[in-house]
């Protein structure tokens, strides 16, 4: 089993910035995807960005490009996401997921393929 926790979230102002990080325990893996993705109420989960945790290669969802950076920590086990220039629209609860090497690359969006989860942590970007 994966563990993993996310902090960071809380209430920010459009043009803001928050971090959010990803602290994974439990089962040691050195390799597979972490990715994040959000939900904002009466929506569904969308992806925001993922990292090859072995590789460091990234992939971002468009609306996020350039405002949001993912990277990653193998050594603390922890993965971050740097968002810059907020918007309302970023508003959701965003969590941390888990998903194995052996999963298709062109399936990397969809949220099904992730094996693990955080609880989540909630941003909110007033206007």
């Known amino acids: 089993q994966v563990q993993l926790v996310e902090s960071g979230g809380g209430l920010v102002q459009a043009g803001g910035s928050l971090r959010l990080s990803c602290a994974a325990s439990g089962r040691t893996f050195s390799s597979g995807f972490m990715g994040w993705f959000r939900q904002a109420p009466r929506k569904e989960r969308e992806f925001v960005a993922s990292i090859n945790w072995s590789g460091g290669g990234t992939l971002y969802r468009d609306s996020v490009k350039g405002r949001f950076t993912i990277s990653r920590n193998g050594v603390k086990k922890m993965m971050d996401l740097q968002m810059n220039t907020l918007t309302p629209e970023d508003t959701a609860l965003y969590c941390c997921?888990?998903?194995?090497?052996?999963?298709?690359?062109?399936?990397?969006?969809?949220?099904?393929?992730?094996?693990?989860w955080g609880q989540g942590t909630q941003v909110t970007v007033s206007s």
């Open positions: 997921a888990y998903r194995p090497p052996s999963r298709p690359m062109a399936t990397m969006r969809d949220f099904t393929t992730y094996d693990y």
